[in-house]
RNA sequence: GGCCCCGUCGUCUAGUGGCCCAGGACGCCGCCCUCUCAAGGCGGUAGCGCCGGUUCAAAUCCGGUCGGGGCUACCA
């Protein structure tokens, strides 16, 4: 092993000892039983709606507990950094109003990127290479992928351990004619771990878990320049969640098998390890079967594509609440997303994400939500996503109240028409006649009655057009026009004898319908007259006769 | 391949040895309401992966098996 003066001369002369870390970021002053967790995302794309998923339980457990909830940026992957997604990631936060109690600017363990920690992380591998805990390894990536390869033909797990780690316990002069060649090097933890051996470990979801110790050397400090190296994800986690004084690490499924790995590199840094919980991975339904959402493939994995649809928040924490636990589910929302959840309920087995589990909860939300709230989120929503509505909305507000109104005010069960707010423009678009492109005879909305009719029957409409309040009376008007044009009087009858009619008061009101609001299928006609007022009424029946 | 996690209706789940020939929600189907939709009401469809074992008794415990998913990078 190289003596102490040789590993620290690989870093810079003023480079902290850890007990530097240690003081400048001393243990928390929490009540007993306070967890902190931490959301740790990396900027490589879009926030996945699994990180809100974590989030929300981030945040939850941490403040009940009396503890704190924080967001680190795990940037240490240069190369797949993209261009704004911390910008996205705050919109996201800001949507579900997750924002976390400690981030960078605002905490007193930052930096809260892992790029600007590369100081710390150096320190601690100084150390442990120091102590032996540690060495240099100078393999390129053609002699790892050869490793590989041979490693796979003899059916041997693959990794860096054992005969394969050529690096591992190699002559001092051998490290010193690379170093003194230049050759890059990374960074490897000695795993003190042999094959075969079983660890035995607690998880808070799924109880205690055993598995095979690890014994692969993996590299903690990357390649990458002199200057400030960074570690890997792994190297990071244990400084960092240690540093930070993380009691609760919640993270996703696919980091259950690095545990026992983790668990060496606390041991060897000398630090507690924190709690594990590990949630189950939100899924997606193909053909074949299921696999984890993918960022890439799958664009519902995206934070994005919710508040671009308009999602409510509150639904869809919902929503997610009863996939984390099934006792959640069965609760009123406000009862729900007021309740704790408690690692113990989490389920192990990945769920499918059901969009039209999500709609009907979307849609029962938005039915409880007063007209004023309604607009005030549609106008938010179509501010960003739907500059024309939005300056419709801004132009008729009355209106907008007035069209939210229709058969939600005053009765017993309200219209679910809305299950997001991208739904507002065809379900209610309508009522708005900016919005609305008048119908004329002989559209293929109307079906198969004549033009002749259609012209008639408008003209008769819009010449006797009572504007009344009583939905009765104001149906009585189409009825009596049906009559007077050959419609049969009920469905029943025009059924008996098809062709004696051109159609039943059915066919009749859906002319009208169609007129008014361009759709088969509208909310009740005598109220969608009222809050067009008469002048409009006219308007659009007028334009049949043309 | 190796290691790890998981396995109740199509989906999300309740269920911690008798209360379960398995309950709820979404979906789907039918009927009712009806000027069309969205709803709403009523009814229905559908599941403990399989095989052994323990037990008076198993969805529940054990073993095996099969299946699904994840990990197996100087990505996280």
Redesign the pocket.
């Known amino acids: 092993m190289l003596a102490s003066t040789e590993f620290d001369a690989l870093f810079p002369p003023d480079l902290p000892e850890p007990g530097h870390w240690e003081e400048r970021y001393p243990p928390r002053q929490l009540p007993a039983g306070a967890e902190v967790t931490r959301l ?1 995302p ?1 900027p ?1 794309g879009f926030m996945h709606i699994g990180t809100i998923y974590i989030a929300m339980i981030d945040r939850d457990i941490a403040h009940r507990s009396g503890g704190r909830y924080l967001l680190r940026i ?1 940037d ?2 240069q190369s ?1 950094q993209v261009e704004g997604a911390l910008d996205q990631f705050a919109r996201a936060f800001g949507y579900f109003d997750l924002a976390p109690d400690e981030q960078e600017g605002d905490g007193d363990y930052g930096p809260y990127h892992q790029s600007q920690r590369s100081a710390i992380y150096m320190s601690y591998a100084r150390q442990l290479l120091r102590e032996n805990k540690a060495y240099l390894c100078f393999a ?2 053609e002699e ?1 992928a050869d490793i ?1 390869k041979r490693q796979q033909a003899a ?1 041997l ?3 860096y351990y054992g005969e394969w780690a050529i690096w591992r316990d190699a002559p001092d002069d051998e490290v010193r004619r690379k170093l003194a060649e230049g050759t ?1 090097c ?1 960074v490897r933890f000695r795993s003190p771990g042999v094959p075969g051996r079983r660890v035995e470990f607690g998880e808070a979801i ?1 109880g205690q ?4 110790d690890n014994f692969n050397d993996v ?1 903690i400090l ?3 320049g002199p200057a400030d190296r960074l570690p ?2 792994h190297f990071a986690h244990a400084v960092d969640d240690h540093l930070m004084r993380v009691s609760l690490v919640i993270r996703g ?6 545990v026992p790995m983790h668990l060496q590199l606390f041991a060897a840094l000398g630090f507690e390890p924190p709690a594990y919980a590990h949630t189950s ?1 939100l ?1 997606k339904q193909i053909p ?5 959402l993918s960022k890439r493939k799958d664009p519902e994995a995206s934070v994005d594509f919710y508040i671009q649809a308009g999602y409510p928040a509150r639904a869809v924490l919902y929503y997610l609440r ?2 984390a636990s ?2 959640l ?2 609760l009123p929302l406000d009862e729900a997303l007021a309740a704790p959840i408690r690692l113990a ?1 989490l ?6 994400i ?1 969009q ?2 999500l709609e ?1 909860i979307s ?1 029962d939300h938005i039915a409880t939500l007063r007209n004023a709230q309604i607009l005030a989120a549609m106008r938010h929503w179509a501010a960003s996503y739907d500059p024309e509505l939005a300056s419709v909305l801004e132009a008729e507000q009355d209106l907008a109240l007035a069209a939210l109104a229709v ?1 939600r005010d005053g009765v017993e ?5 809305l299950r997001k707010w991208s739904d507002f423009r065809s379900a209610y678009g309508f009522f708005f006649p900016g919005l609305f492109t008048p119908v004329r005879a002989g559209d293929e909305r109307l079906g198969s009655l004549p033009a002749d009719l259609v012209r008639a029957f408008a003209a008769d409409f819009v010449a006797g057009y009572q504007d009344t309040a009583d ?1 009765q009376e104001w ?1 009585g008007q189409i009825r009596d026009l049906a009559a007077k044009h050959g419609f049969a009087a009920s ?1 029943k009858q025009y059924k008996q004898a098809p062709d004696e009619y051109p159609g039943s ?2 066919e009749a ?2 002319l009208i ?1 169609v007129a008014l609001t361009g759709s ?7 109220s969608v007259a009222r809050v067009l007022d008469r002048d409009e009424v006219v308007r659009r029946v007028s334009a049949l006769t043309q």
Not at 209 to 212: D, H, K
Request: aromatic share 4%; no cysteine; net charge positive.
């Open positions: 740790g990396s490589t795990e240490t992957d797949r390129t990536s790892l590989r059916k797990p693959p990794g890059p990374v799924r878990l055993s598995a095979e590299v990357k390649s990458a890997t994800y499924e696919e980091w259950l098998p690095s991975l899924m074949g079967g299921k696999r984890k009863g996939l099934g006792s589910a069965e309920d389920g192990g087995a990945g769920p499918l059901d039209v589990k009907d849609a058969e069960n309200p219209r679910k028409d939905p149906f469905a008061i059915r009101s859906q319908r088969t299928r509208s909310p009740d006609l005598a």
